[in-house]
């Protein structure tokens, strides 16, 4: 083997390694905030909610949840995209299941594949994203019902508690800073060269 080639294998083994160290305490404020975000909407759902009233906790906030306490660096993982990425989804569910609402499959492959083009051009991309338009179509015939409130309860009510969970265990140790960027509401432009 040549030295380029061992050089690049010593590189690689150390990446894999780094990656697949355990950090004990990195995974345990990962645990908590996800614990908390997910325990929170969903105490909220049993307890103060009746079976007749709107739903909190919805499939695409475990994901979420993935995202915003386990990886927060990632730019998947950001403020904006979090918020914009699922409000974005909630509303193209939403309008798609309304202009179509008899065809499953191309109301569902429609609403993801819009969203997905418009958090790319609002720059919110947030995978989760794509389940919110999803259940917005697939979801229960009450999810359904809920129409565009569907957007404010469960969507927004349910990532503004993700959000603020996340802003408060992340950054609760000196080790961890969310969101990565102070100025998480803007986007930012490349400058020419």
């Not at 894999?16 to 950090?23: G, H, Q, S």
């Not at 989804?89 to 309304?98: E, N, Q, R, S």
């Not at 609402?101 to 947030?126: E, F, R, Y």
């Not at 015939?141 to 265990?169: C, N, T």
Request: glycine share 8%.
């Amino acid at each position: 083997m040549g030295k380029k080639t061992k050089r690049h294998l010593r590189r690689v083994r150390y990446v894999l390694y780094k990656e697949t160290l355990l950090d004990f305490r990195e995974h345990l404020w990962t645990f908590l905030g996800a614990f908390t975000g997910i325990g929170l909407i969903g105490l909220l759902q049993s307890n103060f909610l009746s079976p007749t009233d709107n739903l909190f906790l919805i499939g695409s906030f475990g994901a979420s949840s993935v995202l915003i306490y386990g990886i927060i660096n990632s730019p998947l993982a950001q403020p904006r995209n979090l918020v914009g990425g699922h409000v974005i989804c909630a509303l193209v569910g939403v309008t798609v299941h309304k202009l179509i609402p008899d065809q499953l499959w191309l109301a569902a492959a429609l609403s993801v594949a819009l969203c997905i083009v418009l958090m790319q051009i609002t720059k919110t991309l947030h995978p989760p994203g794509g389940a919110t338009a999803l259940i917005a179509n697939i979801g229960s015939e009450k999810i359904k019902a809920m129409g565009y409130m569907y957007v404010l309860s469960p969507v927004l009510s349910g990532v503004l508690i993700l959000l603020l969970v996340a802003l408060i265990f992340n950054n609760i140790t000196s080790h961890r800073k969310y969101p990565h960027h102070r100025i998480w509401h803007t986007t930012r432009r490349r400058r020419a060269h």
